[in-house]
């Protein structure tokens, strides 16, 4: 059973913005780094952003550097990603992730302890 649940996805053109969001349990955030990751069919889940447990900290891949902020609202246990400036090569069904004790990123799936279902981001050239 999926511990979060990711929302916000939807069809928009290059050039446009969407803003994800990721809720949890106090369970599941409280003291947890949270990433989000995508995976297009046929290849592996990729890292693509994440804020640590303290919200001092956040860590990009570099496709999504300038363009993508991760962001976290604890008191509605809820971590955000604005996406800005999208391309279609960021196609994909967005996954968010939670750690526990999380202090410094962590980049495969393997190191995460729950995930939500996904949330579809299409974007159209």
């Known amino acids: 059973q999926a511990q979060l649940v990711e929302s916000g996805g939807g069809l928009v053109q290059s050039g446009g913005s969407l803003r994800l969001s990721c809720a949890g349990s106090?369970?599941?955030?409280?003291?947890?780094?949270v990433a989000w990751f995508r995976q297009v069919p046929g290849k592996e889940r990729e890292f693509v952003a994440a804020?640590?447990?303290?919200?001092?900290?956040?860590y990009y891949t570099n496709p999504v550097k300038g363009r993508f902020t991760i962001s976290r609202d604890n008191p509605k246990n809820t971590v955000y990603l604005q996406m800005n400036s999208l391309k279609p090569e960021d196609t994909a069904v967005y996954y968010c992730?939670?750690?526990?004790?999380?202090?410094?990123?962590?980049?495969?799936?393997?190191?995460?302890?729950?995930w939500g279902r996904g949330t579809q981001v299409t974007v159209s050239s």
């Open positions: 804020i640590t447990a303290s919200s001092t900290s956040t």
């Open positions: 992730a939670a750690r526990r004790y999380m202090s410094i990123p962590y980049y495969f799936p393997g190191d995460y302890d729950y």
């Open positions: 106090e369970r599941t955030f409280s003291n947890s780094g």
